[in-house]
T-cell receptor, first 115, second 117 residues
Framework: EADIYQTPRYLVIGTGKKITLECSQTMGHDKMYWYQQDPGMELHLIHYSYGVNSTEKGDLSSESTVSRIRTEHFPLTLESARPSHTSQYLC??????????????FGQGTRLTVV | KQEVTQIPAALSVPEGENLVLNCSFTDSAIYNLQWFRQDPGKGLTSLLLIQSSQREQTSGRLNASLDKSSGRSTLYIAASQPGDSATYLCAVRRPWQAQGGSEKLVFGKGTKLTVNP
């Protein structure tokens, strides 16, 4: 079983609030990812990181930001939440950067509702 | 642009039935294909990883096949149980030209499986 944890699992918050979604993994993986998933839709990559102090934007534009100060921790922050940010956010990690052995492991997700 | 299609979108079967879920992808230049299970409101659980050079992988009652040249993968579930009810997602790992040298996972929308007791 994958050891990747997300908190909180559910969050209901008012418009304009600053929020941070936490993601931690204990597998020592260098590569970590954030995906966004709307109901019934595909997962889309919004951020990824190759390692400490490395962060890149994914292929779905997002107003969120991320940081990678420690290998095991990859938090996502929204400075000012809006109803359009309502979605499920999924964190993932993988041991390798590339190649056929690269397997992604996911956390339980955070379901965010902005009212 | 790589697209991943999963058919059917939803499937309801009686307990004990063997079933097949389908996944097709438009670009055969993939590194691997991963099948996931997602329970309602939860994250993804990795079921099987098939490398591009492999034809199939098995885990318990699950068997996944890959035909890279035709852009198809199937997930076979034997003797289905109510506990198998979930959404099954297929994802291909492919080169990401826009981020030179990197890769990305491209997901399908999933097949929602219901196994009735």
């Amino acid at each position: 079983e994958a050891d990747i944890y997300q908190t909180p699992r559910y969050l209901v918050i008012g418009t304009g609030k600053k929020i941070t979604l936490e993601c931690s993994q204990t597998m020592g993986h260098d590569k970590m990812y954030w995906y966004q998933q709307d109901p019934g839709m595909e997962l889309h990559l919004i951020h990824y990181s190759y390692g400490v102090n490395s962060t890149e934007k994914g292929d779905l534009s997002s107003e969120s930001t991320v940081s990678r100060i420690r290998t095991e921790h990859f938090p996502l922050t929204l400075e000012s939440a809006r109803p359009s940010h309502t979605s499920q956010y999924l964190c993932a990690s993988s041991k390798f950067h590339r190649g056929p052995d690269t397997e992604a492991f996911f956390g339980q997700g955070t379901r965010l509702t902005v009212v | 642009k790589q697209e991943v299609t999963q058919i059917p979108a939803a499937l309801s079967v009686p307990e004990g039935e063997n079933l097949v879920l389908n996944c097709s992808f438009t670009d055969s230049a993939i590194y691997n294909l991963q099948w996931f299970r997602q329970d309602p409101g939860k994250g993804l659980t990795s079921l099987l990883l098939i490398q591009s050079s492999q034809r199939e992988q098995t885990s318990g009652r699950l068997n996944a096949s890959l035909d890279k040249s035709s852009g198809r993968s199937t997930l076979y579930i034997a003797a289905s149980q109510p506990g198998d009810s979930a959404t099954y997602l297929c994802a291909v790992r492919r080169p990401w030209q826009a981020q030179g040298g990197s890769e990305k996972l491209v997901f399908g929308k999933g097949t929602k499986l219901t196994v009735n007791p």
